[in-house]
């Protein structure tokens, strides 16, 4: 059976159009250049994520040195050993389910918090900064120059007794004494949060919401909208992928934040699920169980990231 | 010494992932395990893994000494001097590479990430590094300083029989430190037992514990009446868990390293767990260098002297550069004045023969006769004086000696149970 002469195959359609584009263009590309972009990318992935994510799974499933109770990952799957995935499910279930739920809500109200101090100040960026626009960018993205670190360190001593916050409310009789925000307080752990995560809010939200354009607004006015029903029915619903961006954004690394809570606490009544980590891979024969706490957090993480990436999917579909 | 959160799991060495063929873990005899928890009574003799050097091994000439320590474990000063003194040789020392808890210090050395003259370790790592090799043996004509100048217990110490690693660096007992203007020294010390007052609900929020799984726990297991402070035995463990999480309950604690140095000094605790030496120094951390403000630091010990008291070691790596150097460094610092010097900047009391008691609340120290901003300062404030340890204190006090790897894990089960705060009341 032959093929009729007039209808090529749909490979040799796209290499004849492939082919005609190179020929306006007037520049010839062999079939690798542009896959060979994603070069860097893949590398980057191969050594600073599939490889340390091997790693961790080699220690999880691995055992520790009789001596030195460090761990000692076990590279080939046929002898993994699965003692130490039980326990850390054993204890993600019963004794540690406190310290998953506390961190929950940790992170919860303080994504809620920079959600909405966020976008309010993004908002007023983007909507009524003016020519000022990107000198109130470049302030609210200042504090990132500094390491985090460093912006910590200089909450401790605004919140210290004798510090700045205290001296402030005793003279305005807000309280009537100075209040102890570092001895071990979850809402100081919240607000340290917020504070150390809110430029990765307003970031996105302002770069979302500058590209609004202002004729939907305007339609929306002229179709008897107050500012208020505009905002609710326009502008909130078209600002729904950047919020969840923004959120993501936040909360992820909120879930894995140890230093917080060890800078502005340190009271085992506001641990969090990092701090338990961190604790495991500072204590000798905890190693494999710090990391099956880690690939714990990174599967429960899955599930906003993939509700995250299901919706931008749909939301450009769409589109 | 201070701990911070932050050491990573450390990505595995090429070779490490090369010698991978056999199954790891299976290669220790439970003779090389029977040495890693010695005690008083059951001393050990750590197998020699190589030969000392020389006698006659000249200085490294133009060499660099590299000191693996604890942060803000040895004053740079003294190093600065050892450096002078040995100017003929032209050595030279730039920075003193920390570690923020030992399991980050073992693990760096196993995976051959340092290579240090000199190493701080406690004595529960030194079987363990003495055993895998990572420590060399030291040539005594080269330190006669130990002999001449030391207590008669670190002749023949008994995690390192015949010193064959290790030197004693620092003597430190374990109570409280409190302010005195919160908790009078009668208050405290007319207790019936006052470890209790770290569990007194009046201190809500006021009190901090060390975030070190063995000085906090035994801390409860004291409180409870429990003195063999390196039990295994499951029920001990179960009452040092009880009493820990009524402490979440009573007063909320705070685990913190640099607390006592640091944060009680500065007004952050009422009190705290505390080494004796981190309360010495704690007059350098005050916000205002008036003695006045100095007698708001107090130190509570048994008056009976029964209570823990240890020793931290210098030794040196296997690997060390300069070994012949760190030799010599070893012995400078334990030469009477420059014990004593260091002993006035870190608060940690080196175990001296002449450093007598009446001594050391009676003078002032170096650094306080340098420091022009604050007032004078004995080694240690004469109203602290139960902060002073003295030799026969090893005699009748608690000995924190390494756990077996199955009492360890016990340990530190109870200790994810203190610090998960998960309260009883929840």
């Known amino acids: 059976m032959s093929k009729p002469a007039s209808s090529p195959s749909p490979a040799r359609v796209s290499k004849v159009r492939r082919t005609r584009a190179a020929e306006q263009s007037g520049v010839h590309y062999p079939r690798w250049f542009w896959p060979a972009f994603a070069s860097p990318a893949i590398a980057w992935l191969l050594v600073f994520f599939l490889l340390p994510l091997y790693t961790v799974l080699s220690i999880a499933f691995g055992t520790v040195d009789p001596i030195f109770r460090t761990p000692l990952p076990v590279w080939q799957p046929w002898w993994w050993t699965t003692s130490h995935v039980v326990e850390g499910l054993d204890k993600t279930f019963g004794l540690f389910q406190q310290v998953y739920l506390r961190t929950f809500w940790y992170v919860l109200l303080a994504s809620a918090v920079c959600l909405v101090l966020g976008y309010a100040v993004a908002y007023y960026v983007a909507r009524h900064g003016g020519r000022r626009k990107t000198l109130l960018l470049v302030l609210l993205v200042s504090p990132l120059w500094i390491s985090y670190l460093m912006r910590m360190l200089a909450w401790v001593n605004l919140l210290d007794r004798e510090g700045y916050v205290n001296r402030i409310l005793t003279f305005l009789h807000v309280v009537p004494q100075p209040v102890g925000w570092l001895e071990g307080r979850g809402i100081t752990v919240i607000l340290g949060l917020v504070y150390g995560y809110i430029p990765y809010m307003i970031l996105p939200l302002y770069a979302f919401l500058d590209r609004i354009e202002g004729s939907l607004l305007e339609s929306g006015r002229d179709l008897g909208a107050d500012p208020v029903s505009t905002f609710v029915r326009v502008t909130l619903p078209l600002s729904r992928p950047a919020i969840l961006a923004g959120l993501v954004i936040v909360s992820l690394p909120m879930f894995g934040d140890y230093f917080t809570n060890t800078m502005l606490s340190g009271s085992p009544s506001t641990t969090m699920i990092g701090n338990l980590i961190d604790d495991s891979i500072n204590t000798a024969g905890q190693g494999p169980e710090a990391a099956v706490l880690i690939l714990i957090l990174m599967i429960m993480l899955l599930i906003p990231i993939g509700y995250y990436l299901r919706s931008t999917a749909r939301a450009a579909e769409a589109r | ?426």
């Open chain 2, 1 to 426: 010494m201070r701990r911070s959160a932050g050491a990573a799991v450390a990505l595995p060495s090429l070779s490490a992932i090369l010698a991978a063929c056999t199954r790891p873990g299976e290669t220790r005899t439970p003779e090389q395990i029977d040495l890693l928890v010695p005690r008083p009574d059951r001393p050990v003799t750590l197998p020699m893994t190589g030969e000392p050097i020389a006698t006659d091994t000249p200085i490294e000439s133009g060499a660099e000494l590299q000191i693996f320590n604890w942060v803000d474990y040895v004053w740079k000063a003294i190093v600065r001097r050892f450096v002078e003194e040995n100017s003929e040789h032209d050595i030279s020392f730039s920075a003193v590479t920390t570690f923020n808890n030992m399991e980050e210090a073992v693990s760096k050395m196993q995976a051959g990430e340092i290579e240090a003259d000199v190493f701080f370790p406690t004595i529960d790592a030194v079987p363990k590094l003495a055993v895998a090799g990572l420590l060399q043996p030291l040539n005594h004509e080269l330190i006669p300083n130990l002999e001449e100048n030391v207590w008669s217990v670190y002749q023949n110490p008994y995690y390192d029989q015949q010193w064959r690693y290790t030197v004693p660096y620092t003597v430190y007992t374990t109570g409280i430190s409190y302010r005195r203007d919160v908790i009078s020294d009668s208050q405290i010390y007319g207790m019936a037992n006052p470890w209790e007052i770290l569990w007194d609900p009046a201190h809500r929020d006021r009190v901090g514990v060390y975030d070190s799984y063995r000085d906090t726990i035994q801390t409860a297991l004291l409180k409870g009446g429990i003195t063999d402070i390196n039990t295994g035995d499951q029920g001990d463990l179960d009452l040092a868990t009880d009493e820990l999480l009524s402490m979440l309950d009573l007063v909320n604690p705070r685990a913190t390293i640099n607390g006592s140095y640091k944060r009680l000094p500065q007004g952050e605790f009422d009190l705290h767990l505390s080494w004796s030496g981190d309360i010495a120094a704690g007059w350098g951390y005050v916000p205002e260098y008036t003695r006045d403000y100095y007698e708001n630091l107090g130190y509570w010990f048994p008056e009976d002297r029964v209570g823990p008291v240890d020793n931290d070691c210098i030794a040196i790596p296997a690997n060390a550069p300069h070994p012949r150097l760190a030799h010599e460094f070893i012995n400078f610092l334990l030469d009477f004045q420059n014990a004593m010097d260091n002993f006035s900047w870190v608060g940690y009391q080196p175990p001296m023969n002449d450093a007598q008691p009446a001594l050391l609340t009676e003078a002032e120290g170096l650094y306080s006769q340098i420091s022009g901003w604050a007032e004078p300062a004995e080694y240690v404030l004469p109203w602290m004086e139960s902060a002073v340890v003295r030799q026969s204190d090893f005699d009748v006090g608690y000995r924190q000696a390494p756990l077996s790897p199955e009492a360890d894990e016990r340990w530190n089960d109870v200790w994810q149970q203190f610090k998960a705060g998960v309260k009883t009341g929840e």
